[in-house]
């Protein structure tokens, strides 16, 4: 019936965190303090994977992260040898 398809449907949702998801963009444009001239372009911005430019830019820092990481371990080393 139609009624036994819309839950499953609903239960496919939530098993796979459409809901969750929904639910966090959706609150998360209800809390704004200024509310964006283009809620759709808002939800699609919190709703869709990293842009590349995000994802080049957080690949970027972390590996400055890491060589940073390697420089203080090497200090470290070198003021518990001391």
Do not use: C, M, W
């Not at 098993?15 to 759709?40: C, F, M, Q, W």
């Not at 430019?53 to 200090?75: H, I, S």
């Amino acid at each position: 019936t139609t009624e036994s398809k819309k839950e499953e449907f609903r239960k496919y949702l939530e098993k796979t965190g459409v809901i969750d998801h929904l639910t966090r963009a959706l609150v998360g444009l209800y809390e704004e303090g200024d509310k964006p001239n283009n809620s759709i372009e808002y939800l699609k911005k919190n709703l869709g994977a990293p842009v590349e430019v995000d994802t080049v830019k957080l690949k970027a820092e972390l590996e400055k992260t890491k060589d940073e990481n390697a420089k203080l371990r090497k200090e470290l080393e070198q003021y518990r040898k001391e």
